[in-house]
């Protein structure tokens, strides 16, 4: 393919083709072996070079695969061997209406500066994906992201209000606007957030935020064993609605106590983190009612704490957990989420498919909206444990399934997932799925081969 | 068209044909004067019914529009000649599960005896249309509808995790699940709510539940003019997220006042209803800086109560305002919506095209949120005056999509607004909608003129 057109239609420097370069953006987290080595990277500087770039692909039959920050855990921003490799980390504006509380932003922004930024306003933006400080927000938006804030505050889509986006055919299209009502014609927007760069490429966000979180209330609880502690989870959540409320199992406990040497309970079979935002004293309240809750069903240790350094500490602890378990060996990173009752069964049901396959699964989860993240272990240079690593992340998707859950609660498919995605979603809605790809991508140049 | 195929397909009874029972199916609320008669009545008693119903109807290339309770403002259930009204009025189930708060329910049930029946387990469903008693949940979804509470609660959208939806090939299809996260395929769910019939028809919803809704502090302030209501308006949500802050002016408070008797300032250019149901003591401190701001905004007279009966009396004027304004005479009821800092040019442009077309408009707004629902009375039986309405119907929506806005916030387009929808999206996403469409429901069968 003569990629001279493209870049002379693009501003100078904004097509990448030194092999070094295109080394680094060939796969994402996931590392993906299957990646390919892509044509070209594109960093688009605005929506017009995301345009020109489309339109030249579409009529090309040139693959394009579109990149946020790269920090995606499926493999969604894999590179396709002969493909363009589309990134918006470039694409960084925002502007912030504190009357509204809404935010504009563009798709290369990392969630993080989009919080802080924000926060300057005495506002928040509450979608919080562990990898806050290293995810982009179009990245988010396109895998719909969650994090520790969810079960209270919902996912990245219940905070996107419009958006711009730009068609397979290099057409640019504004869906939706800073507006908290809207039911003119079907509902575009939101069906563009979670699509994994399979619809159209988002060039910018309209984000609907909220005023600052209040002070938080912390309570942490270890159990002896697995059971008590989903117990714990169902307790809490059946009497109140938490701000937070993240799960570690022993191996996770003792992988963070190793290098953050904070006093966890070692012996513990599972550790719980809750948090309450509630006003003023009803935090501590409702702190209290998790606390007991955790009590009543067995927890061998539990405090409650209201400074705000000591909360964050132990929630730091969760996030790390995942660099953590890696130091233990290079990680298959599952996603799975059941309903809330099947939590229990779930979190015992991967300790079987552990042990049947003779492989560590950590399992780390943000309990509260039934959204768990096993952490195989495996070393890919033995190849029996790594095709056992591969085995058991199959059967956990299985497992997830099989208890009425989903294969992904907001890493997105990708790659690495789609083989499962049918299991899930079944023969006439991954027919569904195919026929709407087919009518907004008819060439199939949008990220081929994730998803679907 | 031989309907007796379809009368033996399904269960006896569910097929009616009865010219005066078709009558009463013929319209919704829109009273759509170009309503058709339908060739009949489908009653659906379950999903079967629907799949029945619809695989006939596209073999046989018939139209279906498909109704909940007829509820709708739009016409989006407004019969066709010789098609098929598809009701789902007797489709009634509810399981509520209070462990992961969530509700799965028939589409036939009005959102009120939702909200009863969750309410007897302690929990709320949050989305109130004013006309909460008569319309049914599915039509909420299928319109994407809101209320009162959205400005700080969000729209059903909001709270559908899932759904079973026919598509127009007869398949029924299951979407999304009791789950708070889900980023395993497109985000079909988010896609059918707000589709008004036109994709497919919703036969179940798992709705998503919060816990009651705490007592309400309630703030009732009068203004001299509409500038100084709508600057309380950006000052209150400046200052914090009401859980109500509705708008009525002078025409509504007469109309109102005239068959409540309640003491509403008769003088006043607009009355604000405002609440917080912040948890405890804070719902009153959250109401007394709503009344600062009110004051400060220049109220010609404002109040706080802590009491929920006195607080629920207003809130049941403000709800009151469609009926009683319709004492003058018949309605055409708008919906537009604005970001909220435009508010005031939207309500003061009404008050111009009122003029200039001399004729009654009332505005009554879900102010919070920027949404409002000026009333054009008008005598049908004056060919001129009717005109006169018509006419400032379409400035209106033309005036809110000139401020940034929307035509519908709440109701949907239907075949009443279905003109001016290309005025706000524009034909690249008319284009995309209709590609969605056609991928869809390639025949055309599901719901015809409405939307597109």
């Known amino acids: 393919m003569d990629l001279r057109e493209l870049i002379d239609l693009l501003p100078a420097g904004t097509v990448l083709t030194d092999p070094d370069v295109l080394a680094g953006y060939r796969q994402d987290w996931a590392k993906d072996p299957a990646a390919g080595t892509p044509l070209a990277v594109v960093r688009a500087t605005g929506t017009a070079d995301v345009c020109t770039t489309l339109r030249w692909a579409d009529e090309h039959r040139v693959p ?14 894999t590179a396709v061997d002969g493909g363009i490799v589309l990134s918006t980390e470039r694409m960084r504006g925002i502007a912030i209406d504190p009357v509204t509380r809404t935010a504009v932003v563009g798709p290369g922004l990392l969630n993080a500066e989009v919080k802080r930024a924000v926060a300057e306003h005495g506002l928040w933006y509450p979608p919080d994906p562990s990898s806050f400080e290293m995810c982009s927000i179009g990245g988010n938006a396109a895998t719909n992201a969650g994090g520790l804030c969810c079960v209270k505050y919902g996912v990245t889509t219940d905070y996107v209000l419009g958006m711009e986006v730009v068609l397979a055919d290099g057409t640019a299209v504004r869906l939706g606007g800073p507006r908290l009502k809207d039911s003119a014609g079907l509902s575009l927007t939101k069906m563009f957030v979670g699509s994994e760069g399979t619809l159209g490429v988002i060039t910018e966000l309209t984000l609907r935020l909220l005023p600052a979180q209040p002070a938080q209330s912390t309570v942490v609880a270890s159990f002896a064993t697995l059971t008590a502690a989903t117990e714990a989870i169902l307790a809490v959540t059946g009497a109140l609605r938490p701000a937070m409320l993240e799960f570690m199992d022993s191996v996770a406990i003792n992988a963070v106590e190793d290098e953050l040497r904070m006093g966890l309970d070692r012996d513990a079979a599972a550790l ?13 309240q409702e702190a ?93 240079a033995d190849p029996d444990e790594t095709e056992r690593a591969h085995r058991a992340f199959g059967e956990i998707m299985a497992l997830a399934i099989a208890l009425g859950g989903t294969i ?24 569904l799925t195919r026929r709407i790809k087919t009518a907004l991508d008819p060439h199939g140049i949008l990220n081929p081969g994730a998803v679907l």
């Not at 394009?64 to 921003?77: D, K, Q």
């Open 64 to 77: 394009v695969v579109p990149r946020g920050a790269g920090s995606g855990l499926s493999g969604g921003a």
């Open 272 to 284: 719980l983190v809750a948090r309450s935002d509630a006003p003023g004293d009803h935090a501590a």
């Open 288 to 380: 209290r009612i998790m606390l007991e809750a955790c009590r009543a069903a067995g927890a061998t240790e539990a405090f409650h704490t209201a400074d705000p350094e000591e909360g964050e500490a132990f929630t730091a602890a969760r996030r790390y957990a995942i660099p953590a378990v890696e130091r233990l060996g290079p990680l298959l990173l599952e996603d799975v989420g059941v309903p809330l009752p099947r939590l229990g069964d779930l979190v015992t049901g991967i300790a079987e498919i552990a042990e049947r396959n003779d492989v560590t699964v950590s399992v780390i989860a943000h309990a509260g909206d039934g959204n768990t993240h096993p952490l195989i272990v495996h070393d890919p």
């Open 408 to 431: 992904t609660g907001e890493h997105g498919v990708g790659r690495l997932k789609k083989a499962w995605l049918p299991d899930q979603l079944g023969p006439e809605v991954m027919d």
